[in-house]
């Protein structure tokens, strides 16, 4: 008999079977259902944080160094007290490495600090206040989309002006426009002359929404005399991003006077490293909650295996008439792993259409999506599900004895 003549029938029967025993089936997929939920829910939570992370550390730059006394990763306590001993990096450093570099299209200084902003009654607290000149602009990635950013000349004078975070506009001006009003901070007034696009929050309370920016000047004169600043460095060509690297460290070493058999006492950072930490993290994270998640199928899978050896016993009898008029071992192996996979697939698209909704809720508070790709995986999950756990008793039911199994009653 032609394989594709085998296959129909197999359809055929498998689905009567499924008809026949609509409760049982129902309650058979239960398992499956819950499995392809949590695992499509799973996948396509992993993949809204990970756009998120990438969303929102894009704009750090793959092309852009930082240098600041404290390196990003830090593995131990020993690390830490030796990095807290070293040197302020200065702005009169900053400006010695704008002078030296020649690998670098611009160069910003950036200091930090917490502070609340207020206009009129409204606030803002615990908002990142970063001063730097007009570079950063380049440096970090900011895209001004109401007004502009300060001038050279605004930068170096520290005039009181500012350029507020989307959600810090959004916070104090809901019902006006931000640019052209004044707000105090550092018990200064100062002029906004520019906001910014929104860029995310996956950084919570550190990200770039939540921050005020200021000119250096203006920064040292409200906050700290003597910032400990960390310098951006914009380089001329992704190409000569290592090129780049090894001149900065020559120049910050210069500059800061180390002796050629001693280590350096500044960290030099980029993005890439930041997505590689992230990345070993996510992935340990998504093995394991695919490994838990992946624990509900499994159970799903032998609630299947469960059922289908019932009705292999039940269905004996039909299986020694259909052997004893010509029918091989791999129509009948064929029709009972057709039977397992369809009721597996079953479940697979009724978990769909309840994790679509729940996804929908999901997009709310995070970009989330179900793409096409997870809803694949989530039907292939499902199928081979099926299918291997259809394996032993379809084969069971193959390796029948025709007039053993039409003697059964």
Same mark, same amino acid.
């Given at each position: 008999?032609?394989? @594709?003549?085998?296959?129909?029938?197999?359809?055929?029967?498998?689905?009567?079977?499924?008809?026949?025993?609509?409760?049982?089936?129902?309650?058979?997929?239960?398992?499956?259902?819950?499995? *392809?939920?949590?695992?499509?829910?799973?996948?396509?939570?992993?993949?809204? @944080?990970?756009?998120?992370?990438?969303?929102?550390?894009?704009?750090?730059?793959?092309?852009?160094?930082?240098?600041?006394?404290?390196?990003?990763?830090?593995?131990? #306590?020993?690390?830490?007290?030796?990095? !807290?001993?070293?040197?302020?990096?200065?702005?009169?450093?900053?400006?010695?490495?704008?002078?030296?570099?020649?690998? &670098? =299209?611009?160069?910003?200084?950036?200091?930090?600090?917490?502070?609340?902003?207020?206009?009129?009654?409204?606030?803002?607290?615990?908002?990142?206040?970063?001063?730097?000149?007009?570079?950063?602009?380049?440096?970090?990635?900011?895209?001004?989309?109401?007004?502009?950013?300060?001038?050279?000349?605004?930068?170096?004078?520290?005039?009181?002006?500012?350029?507020?975070?989307?959600?810090?506009? $959004?916070?104090?001006?809901?019902?006006?426009?931000?640019?052209?009003?004044?707000?105090?901070?550092?018990?200064?007034?100062?002029?906004?002359?520019?906001?910014?696009?929104?860029?995310? !929050?996956?950084?919570?309370?550190?990200?770039?929404?939540? !921050?005020?920016?200021?000119?250096?000047? =203006? @920064?040292?004169?409200?906050?700290?005399? =003597?910032?400990?600043?960390?310098?951006?460095?914009?380089?001329? #060509?992704?190409?000569?991003? !290592?090129?780049?690297?090894?001149?900065?460290?020559?120049?910050?070493?210069?500059?800061?006077?180390?002796?050629?058999?001693?280590?350096?006492?500044?960290? *030099?950072?980029?993005?890439?490293?930041?997505?590689?930490?992230?990345?070993?993290?996510?992935?340990?994270?998504? &093995?394991?909650?695919? @490994?838990? $998640?992946?624990?509900?199928?499994?159970?799903?899978?032998?609630?299947?295996?469960?059922?289908?050896?019932?009705?292999?016993?039940?269905?004996?009898?039909?299986?020694?008439?259909?052997?004893? *008029?010509?029918?091989?071992?791999?129509?009948?192996?064929?029709?009972?792993?057709?039977?397992?996979?369809?009721?597996?697939?079953?479940?697979?698209?009724?978990?769909?259409?309840?994790?679509?909704?729940?996804?929908?809720?999901?997009?709310?508070?995070?970009?989330?999506?179900?793409?096409?790709?997870?809803?694949?995986?989530?039907?292939?999950?499902?199928?081979?599900?099926?299918?291997?756990?259809?394996?032993?008793?379809?084969?069971?039911?193959?390796?029948?004895?025709?007039?053993?199994?039409?003697?059964?009653?």
């Amino acid at each position: 008999m032609n394989f @594709f003549v085998e296959l129909k029938e197999g359809l055929g029967i498998s689905w009567d079977a499924i008809r026949a025993n609509k409760l049982r089936s129902g309650l058979t997929t239960l398992g499956i259902i819950i499995g *392809i939920v949590t695992v499509t829910l799973m996948g396509t939570a992993i993949d809204a @944080f990970n756009r998120a992370f990438l969303q929102s550390v894009s704009a750090i730059g793959a092309d852009v160094l930082f240098v600041q006394r404290f390196g990003w990763f830090i593995d131990s #306590d020993e690390e830490w007290v030796k990095a !807290e001993r070293r040197p302020q990096i200065t702005l009169a450093q900053a400006r010695e490495v704008e002078r030296q570099m020649t690998l &670098a =299209q611009a160069v910003a200084p950036k200091a930090e600090t917490r502070a609340s902003v207020k206009y009129k009654n409204r606030s803002s607290n615990m908002v990142n206040v970063i001063g730097t000149t007009e570079q950063f602009l380049l440096t970090g990635g900011v895209i001004v989309v109401a007004g502009r950013f300060f001038t050279p000349g605004e930068a170096d004078g520290g005039r009181p002006l500012c350029v507020l975070g989307a959600n810090v506009a $959004t916070n104090l001006f809901p019902d006006e426009p931000a640019v052209g009003n004044k707000i105090r901070l550092g018990g200064a007034a100062l002029e906004v002359i520019g906001v910014l696009e929104k860029q995310g !929050e996956f950084m919570g309370p550190f990200s770039a929404d939540n !921050e005020v920016i200021i000119p250096m000047q =203006q @920064f040292i004169t409200s906050f700290f005399a =003597q910032p400990d600043v960390q310098i951006q460095v914009k380089v001329t #060509d992704l190409r000569l991003l !290592e090129d780049a690297k090894e001149e900065l460290r020559g120049v910050m070493r210069k500059i800061r006077h180390v002796a050629p058999a001693d280590e350096d006492n500044f960290g *030099i950072d980029q993005q890439e490293m930041f997505i590689k930490l992230f990345n070993r993290v996510a992935g340990r994270i998504a &093995a394991v909650g695919f @490994f838990i $998640t992946g624990l509900s199928l499994f159970v799903g899978g032998i609630g299947i295996m469960n059922i289908m050896f019932v009705s292999v016993a039940e269905r004996t009898r039909e299986i020694g008439i259909r052997k004893a *008029i010509g029918a091989k071992r791999r129509t009948i192996l064929l029709q009972f792993l057709i039977e397992a996979a369809s009721i597996c697939l079953l479940g697979g698209l009724l978990g769909l259409a309840i994790a679509w909704p729940l996804t929908l809720v999901m997009g709310r508070f995070m970009p989330a999506r179900m793409s096409p790709f997870v809803v694949a995986i989530a039907l292939l999950v499902s199928l081979l599900t099926g299918v291997v756990s259809g394996f032993f008793p379809a084969w069971r039911a193959a390796r029948m004895n025709p007039v053993d199994a039409l003697r059964n009653e």
